[in-house]
């Protein structure tokens, strides 16, 4: 690790399979460093204080709150936002799953869950319903009431193990 | 038709970009040379602003400009009246605009080059107050000798006072055989939108001041910006990216005015992103409602009188409370008939934060009060809740509280038996699992007008395009009706593919832009399926017809104009008030640890009365998303104050309800009873589901426990505390 003059560190970080060697100050915070640095404003912040969990990226495959890390924590690994999951032609499936059961609504939580739910599968391909509500219990949704979100990981998880 | 697309499920067509991280909501905007906006919030709920020094401020690094009251051009607004200051502060011509009323006023705004510029600067602002006194409690503010919070606004903090009153009150109450009455306590509820608010402003190409946040009427809030800078509507132009959320929340406006305000005198792009402490304290909340009642019934199940008393404390400023409350007041008799009736509904001012519109607007106050007078009857006469509902349901040419009869037709009979058949409600046993946990069942119901009331002329317009030779290659919708979240443009697609026949999925929606677009009305008043349907409906029906003349392209706008209503007699409240209502019955099953307090609902069965479902997946959506906010309502959210200063101002102190936290199982039954009005008979949905469900809950609790408890939340501690377990 090492600093410039002006206190800037020098940040090396691979987002979405792109690597970025930058400067930047030592207090920014993950989310707005992809957000503002990076320009991946589809990593959303709620509340700013780790507990809506719309800001959740991933980290070297595991889910975390990039409103709670600051930039420089990421140095030398790899990060994942919602924008690294899939795109529009080609779609993640649980992107796909939540398109098509409704898994949202205003969809400000979804990038969130999605990177949420994205390593539990991995980790439990065939979740039980109670093990999927265990699993979003530190999301915050407040359009949906939860069951379409839950609806759409079992779709998901359905289809990945086909 | 083989395009048949009103009552399918389809997806929705912007969940691809909100599941790819594509889509773009005011805070993620972003344009060449944007400055950065930080706004200082008042620090008191009530004190006169003798001075703003602004000089540090100013000299900052990165401060472009600070501007302050006396930069502002017409120096209020309002969505019902312009009673709240932009900017707090000396050097405005309108009158006590040097007044700050509540923490929600904002008194200075800093622009600089970078956020974190903006936000050291506005630290650096200096205000010089003067403290008045602080009024809380609208019952205290109402009484004669209180200080007057608006006096250019008359001699009283009454700002609003509706009567209704049908019959004669004390034949009434004499002919009954069971009296009941009670004094019902509703709190705050903030709307809690996962978005906080931001905007983005800048130039457009034709120098017109164009603002992009999110809002739920593109129209309001480019007459409420254009009024502040004095300037005619048509230098404003008012954009919706995507919105996260709204709830009625975002009716009123919070970072428009001033983000337009800094574009104009700056001629530079400007951005704002709110906090969430920022979000909580900066928009209104729901009208927490003290309500008096007495209720009477005869032995053999007949309402024969009902006398409410509603004061809602308004906060601060009208917002919509002249609206909200007067729904308040037709709500107040539940969906029944009652031969005789009196309610007197009061808004009074306070320093508390402004009360706003909030999903329902003033039905779940009065309808807490309404179902639980409801159920304690139906428990003094021996008789089922559902069954004593069934007797007194409103009916079809039965005259409602405002001496008129509801527009048909009426279901809420329908309802009830929906809910209860669902539930199983006469078969319904209760189970016993430990000797600490006790479970019992509720059932309330509910009714809500559709639209805008009140004398309104209702309208919504909309623009229909058909591209082509021979066949049909392009469809263009074009509609300002704001997408919060609820699936309205999932919705438009399908009413303009069912009229054309043709592809829903396919149909291009141009969306949200005043500039290129007539009035949509409000995204609220579950008006948007039912108004925006028949628009687009009715320009697709005009475009059709010219496509089939050979007009290429063929091209048609339609405003619909809905069915006339009239406000409120003075005295007695006699009006047509709405010219659409839904209605909803729920019943519910719960379990209370009489050792903790905590309530847990097992299940909800919603029967709603939608018309015609367009998009039924969408409607169990709001059906379930609607619950489980109205679940947080009743049992999980907690709003705290003291002395005007909100204490719960964060999500870790406000909490909303996490999945671990809602019904285990929400049962929606769609009943379908067209409204002759509605497009393919669709009436209103977005606000009914959260109706009925805390008085519900409440009546479960008493099932199970013995207990009424009449104030909202039924957290562990007031759960215990009407147990006796505690004081």
Redesign the interface.
């Known amino acids: 690790m090492k600093t410039t003059a002006q206190n800037l560190f020098d940040l090396s970080v691979t987002v979405n399979g792109t690597r970025y060697e930058q400067a930047v100050e030592p207090r920014t915070l993950l989310s707005d460093f992809l957000?503002h640095e990076l320009?991946?404003?589809?990593?959303?912040?709620?509340?700013?204080?780790g507990?809506?969990g719309?800001c959740t990226v991933l980290l070297n495959g595991e889910s975390v709150r990039s409103c709670l890390m600051f930039a420089v924590q990421a140095h030398g690994r790899e990060i994942t936002?919602?924008?690294g999951?899939?795109?529009?032609e080609k779609?993640h499936p649980i992107?796909e799953a939540?398109?098509?059961a409704?898994?949202?609504?205003?969809?400000?939580?979804?990038?969130g869950i999605?990177t949420t739910v994205v390593p539990f599968l991995e980790q439990n391909p065939h979740p039980s319903e109670e093990e999927i509500?265990?699993a979003?219990?530190?999301?915050?949704?407040?359009?949906?009431?939860?069951?379409?979100?839950?609806d759409a990981i079992k779709l998901a998880s359905d289809r990945m193990n086909k | 038709m083989s395009n048949s697309s009103v009552g399918q499920s389809l997806p929705r067509p912007d969940a691809l970009g909100k599941v790819t991280g594509q889509t773009r909501f005011s805070g993620d905007l972003s344009r060449p040379g944007m400055l950065h906006m930080k706004i200082l919030f008042a620090d008191r709920p009530h004190a006169r602003v003798k001075h703003v020094e602004t000089g540090n401020a100013q000299a900052a690094p990165g401060v472009m400009a600070v501007f302050t009251a006396r930069d502002v051009p017409v120096n209020e607004y309002g969505l019902q009246i312009p009673d709240q200051p932009v900017l707090c502060g000396p050097g405005s011509d309108k009158p006590n605009t040097d007044i700050v009323r509540c923490m929600a006023d904002q008194i200075a705004v800093v622009v600089a080059r970078t956020e974190s510029e903006a936000e050291h600067a506005v630290k650096m602002i200096e205000v010089d107050y003067e403290d008045l006194p602080v009024l809380t409690d609208p019952l205290q503010a109402m009484k004669t000798d209180a200080p007057i919070l608006h006096p250019d606004r008359g001699d009283s903090n009454i700002c609003v006072h509706y009567k209704i009153h049908k019959g004669d009150m004390d034949a009434g109450f004499k002919s009954a055989d069971v009296i009941v009455e009670g004094e019902y306590h509703t709190p705050v509820q903030e709307h809690a939108y996962l978005q906080p608010e931001a905007g983005l402003a800048y130039l457009d190409e034709e120098g017109r001041i164009t603002v992009e946040a999110g809002g739920q009427w593109t129209n309001a809030d480019q007459s409420g910006i254009s009024h502040a800078l004095g300037m005619p509507d048509d230098r404003v132009r008012v954009i919706y990216p995507a919105i996260g959320g709204a709830f009625g929340g975002r009716e009123d406006l919070s970072v428009q005015i001033v983000l337009a305000l800094a574009v104009w005198k700056l001629q530079q792009p400007v951005k704002i992103i709110w906090s969430r402490r920022e979000s909580i304290v900066g928009h209104g909340k729901r009208h927490p409602i003290t309500i008096r009642a007495k209720w009477g019934a005869t032995r053999d199940g007949r309402l024969v009188a009902a006398e409410n008393e509603l004061i809602g404390d308004a906060g601060a400023y009208m917002y919509t409370s002249n609206k909200v409350l007067g729904n308040a007041a037709i709500t107040s008799s539940g969906p029944y008939f009652i031969p005789n009736f009196k309610t007197d509904v009061y808004g009074v001012y306070t320093n508390q934060l402004p009360s706003a519109a909030f999903r329902g607007f003033g039905a779940p106050q009065a309808l807490f009060m309404a179902e639980l007078q409801m159920n304690k009857l139906a428990e003094k006469l021996g008789m089922d809740p559902a069954e004593f509902r069934l007797n007194n349901a409103l009916q079809d040419g039965l005259t409602m509280n405002v001496g008129t009869p509801a527009p048909g037709p009426v279901s809420i009979i329908q309802c009830i038996h929906a809910a209860r058949e669902r539930f199983q409600w006469n078969k319904y046993r209760r189970r016993r699992t430990k000797p600490h946990i006790r479970r019992g069942r509720g059932f309330a119901a509910g009714f809500k007008n559709v639209g805008f009331s009140f004398g309104y002329q209702e309208n919504c317009w909309a623009k229909v395009e058909i591209h082509g030779d021979g066949d049909i290659e392009r469809v263009i919708v074009h509609h300002a009706g704001a997408e919060v979240g609820q699936g309205t443009h999932t919705v438009m697609r399908q009413v303009a593919a069912q009229v054309i026949d043709y592809p829903a999925e396919k149909i291009q929606l141009h969306t949200s832009d005043s500039a290129t677009q007539g009035n949509p009305g409000s995204a609220s008043a579950s008006r948007m399926t039912f108004m925006a349907g028949n628009a687009i409906k009715g320009a697709a029906e005009a475009a059709l017809a010219k496509w089939k003349t050979e007009e290429r392209p063929a091209i048609a706008e339609y405003k619909y104009l809905a069915p006339r209503t009239t406000p409120f007699d003075k005295e007695t409240g006699h009006s047509t008030p709405n010219f659409s209502y839904a209605y909803v019955a729920q019943a519910v099953e719960v379990e209370v640890d009489i050792e903790t307090g905590q309530v847990r609902v097992l299940r909800v069965v919603s029967a709603d009365d939608v018309g015609k479902a367009i998009n039924p997946d969408l409607v169990v959506a709001q059906i379930e998303g609607a619950i489980v906010q109205a679940h947080g309502y009743a049992v999980v959210e907690d709003y705290r104050t003291e002395n005007g200063r909100v204490l719960t101002d964060q999500l870790s102190t406000y909490l909303i309800p996490t999945i671990r936290d809602i019904p285990e199982k929400v049962d929606s039954v769609l009943v379908e009873v067209p409204d002759p009005n509605g497009p393919w008979g669709a009436r209103g949905l977005g606000e009914l589901p959260f109706l009925p469900l805390a008085p519900a809950i409440a009546a479960a609790i008493h099932d199970a426990t013995g207990v009424w408890i009449d104030e909202i939340p039924f957290t562990p501690e007031r759960v215990l505390r009407a147990l006796g377990r505690i004081r």
């Open positions: 957000r320009g991946l404003t589809g990593t959303h912040v709620g509340c700013e204080h507990v809506c719309a936002t919602v924008e999951l899939g795109t529009i779609l992107q939540f398109h098509e409704h898994g949202l609504q205003c969809g400000f939580c979804t990038p999605l509500r265990e979003i219990s530190g999301n915050v949704c407040r359009c949906t009431g939860y069951q379409h979100i839950v």
